[in-house]
């Protein structure tokens, strides 16, 4: 299985910047894709970012699009989020995700990190 540690979280003024971190380990065959995900006060959770480890094919929410970079350090089964210009509906908790192959036959699976909390306010 995979574990999600997030780091990089916090309190940002509007227009401000941020980066988070994501570290994958534990016991995989392979990797397929890592992203982001957020979840806002009383909102379901949805997309930010994601990225497949293997090709350079990302995907962005449309609120996001233009402020928020994704990039990953494969060889270091890691994945960050620079976020710039941010506003205050961007805050949110936000997951760290990955999609890999527990072992070299088996079907995917879905890993969540515990979650870092994105504040922007003035």
């Known amino acids: 299985q995979v574990q999600l540690v997030e780091s990089g979280g916090g309190l940002v003024q509007p227009g401000g910047s941020q980066r988070l971190s994501c570290a994958a380990s534990g016991s995989f065959f392979r990797i397929i894709a890592m992203g982001w995900y957020r979840q806002a006060p009383g909102k379901q959770r949805e997309l930010v970012a994601t990225?497949?480890?293997?090709?350079?094919?990302?995907n962005y929410a449309d609120s996001v699009k233009g402020r928020f970079t994704i990039s990953r350090d494969n060889a270091a089964n890691t994945v960050y989020l620079q976020m710039n210009s941010l506003k205050p509906e961007d805050t949110a908790v936000y997951y760290c995700?990955?999609?890999?192959?527990?072992?070299?036959?088996?079907?995917?699976?879905?890993?969540w990190g515990q979650g870092t909390q994105v504040t922007v306010s003035s």
């Open positions: 995700n990955a999609r890999y192959y527990p072992t070299m036959s088996g079907s995917g699976g879905d890993s």
């Open positions: 990225m497949f480890t293997t090709t350079s094919s990302t």
